[in-house]
């Protein structure tokens, strides 16, 4: 009898449960949009109830979809946007909404720690840059703003240990999460007070929880969430991971051969390493899901998230169009980009709706619009400036390495034909796909499959539930068009960057 795995994946906008074979082959999914709460300029938030619940709505849905007897699931675990901060309180309830890591409203706390020193004793530990939607960040927001909420604290979670938390009623922090939060020494591997200190946050030491690899148990299934959710009591919980390890380690990427970009709603662009890179060149090492590496990465909210936004506040009409003709509106604007040529237009799209590559206060705009332009041009416009801000940490990554073979492309690009040859053009570089949509989803299963000893671990995981899907070649014919077009991109983002302080 084949045993089956379950992944459970809480990113920017949507949550989604996935059940898979122990080959990887995708059995049922369910999905829940996410509801953004707003309340002021910069903040991103979500009701960590509300969110609990639609968990529980997407797993039953998932079992029942799949025709399964839940005793047939071997094994659970969790993958979620990182950074940002879900609080747990005293009383055994969330203590304050979750914020969500595009939340851009503690941007003031590391441009002090950068000015008065403190962000350059703490990069001996921590080996990253301090950003606005990281917990050190968010905490001291927190402190100066909400100190109510701060005296209510029993647990700092991030959003996929939050919801493990819920599914076992045990509390532990896994590690490649945490290891992107400033909060961890990356030499030794364990939270440090002494770090803590620097960020004046020495106080919340006692309410980290336990560390955990991806792959340990980390708990079984109550109950109570049986009753909830379907699962069966006594199912084992694995650790699960940041999402970009997820998506990483179902891509295959188990060696330093290929660069990982995730187009999501964070523009994330990865490869892997056995040494930190120390040179302050790449903004973010943490540790890997695989114990011998570290995961090294250029991050920004700037990826796929801003074509959703594009596409619901201004592509009303292509909507209607795209549901007259049978289709979603995203594949009514693949075919949209897909009839304008690369030279036909130097419209530039600036995916800053969430704030720029290194500037939170940065804003979206569209520069060198003309009478001439079309709804076409402008949609390719967007599809392009997303790239070019991939390519600005590419960049930063490339100085890093020696050699690429190729970048393994997953998110929304990914599921877009014209897109993913936008990204090959852009980058010079082959673009591969893999042979599955969920990937957050599936790296967090295979995280199960070692917990529940189907497989010793994620390597050998990897090898028998990854597939490529496509390949794609750069077109020779336009290197010199997107380098001038990228060009144009730069100046235009350089030029601007003193602007956003006026907002």
Not at 446 to 452: G, I, L, N, P
Request: proline share 3%; net charge negative.
């Amino acid at each position: 009898m084949n045993n089956y795995y379950m992944g459970i994946d809480n990113g920017g906008s949507l949550c989604k449960a996935v059940i898979f074979d122990s080959k990887g082959k995708e059995i049922s999914s369910a999905s829940r949009n996410l509801v953004m709460i707003n309340p002021a300029p910069g903040f991103t938030e979500r009701d960590m109830e509300e969110l609990w619940l639609k968990n529980c709505e997407i797993i039953r849905e998932t079992i029942e979809t799949s025709g399964l007897d839940a005793a047939q699931i071997k094994g659970v675990a969790c993958s979620g946007h990182g950074k940002g901060l879900y609080l747990w309180g005293k009383d055994d309830q969330p203590c304050y909404n979750g914020i969500v890591s595009t939340d851009a409203r503690a941007w003031e706390y590391p441009e002090k720690w950068y000015e008065d020193g403190t962000a350059e004793r703490v990069f001996e530990k921590t080996f990253q840059s301090i950003l606005a939607c990281q917990p050190v960040s968010l905490l001291n927001w927190l402190k100066d703003n909400e100190p109510e909420v701060i005296g209510n604290i029993k647990w700092i979670f991030e959003v996929k240990d939050y919801i493990r938390f819920r599914l076992t009623g045990e509390a532990f922090a896994e590690m490649t999460d945490y290891s992107g939060s400033n909060m961890m020494n990356l030499k030794e591997r364990r939270f440090d007070k002494e770090l803590l200190k620097e960020f004046n946050l020495e106080d919340m030491f006692d309410k980290l929880p336990p560390l955990k690899k991806s792959t340990e148990i980390c708990g079984t299934i109550t109950e109570e969430t049986e009753a909830l959710t379907g699962l069966k009591a006594g199912t084992v919980v694995a650790g699960g991971m940041f999402d970009i390890d997820a998506c990483a380690i179902a891509m295959d990427i188990t060696n330093d051969e290929n660069i990982a970009v995730i187009a999501g709603t964070w523009s994330i662009n990865e490869y892997i390493s056995k040494e930190p890179v120390l040179n302050k060149s790449i903004m973010m090492n943490s540790i890997y899901c695989i114990d011998e590496y570290y995961l090294i990465e250029e991050c920004s909210p700037t990826s796929a998230g801003n074509n959703a936004w594009f596409v619901n506040l201004f592509l009303e009409d292509e909507k209607h169009k795209a549901k007259e003709a049978g289709m979603n509106v995203y594949d009514y604007c693949n075919r949209m980009a897909d009839k304008v040529l690369p030279a036909e237009s130097n419209i530039c799209f600036l995916p800053y709706i969430f704030g720029s590559n290194y500037n939170p206060r940065a804003k979206a705009c569209m520069v060198g619009l003309e009478k001439s332009n079309t709804r076409e041009q402008v949609v390719r416009a967007v599809y392009e400036g997303i790239a070019y801000c991939h390519k600005v940490h590419l960049e930063k990554l490339l100085m890093n390495r020696t050699e690429t073979r190729a970048i393994r492309l997953s998110g929304g690009a990914a599921k877009s034909d014209v897109w993913a040859q936008i990204f090959s053009d852009v980058f010079e570089l082959p673009v591969e796909t893999i042979d599955n949509d969920e990937l957050g989803a599936l790296g967090c299963a295979m995280t199960a499959t070692v917990a529940a000893g189907e497989y010793k671990n994620l390597k050998e995981a990897a090898q028998n539930m990854v597939r490529i899907k496509n390949k794609i070649y750069p077109n020779k014919g336009n290197e010199e068009i997107y380098r001038k077009k990228y060009g144009i991109y730069k100046k235009t983002s350089d030029a601007l960057d003193d602007t956003w302080k006026l907002y």
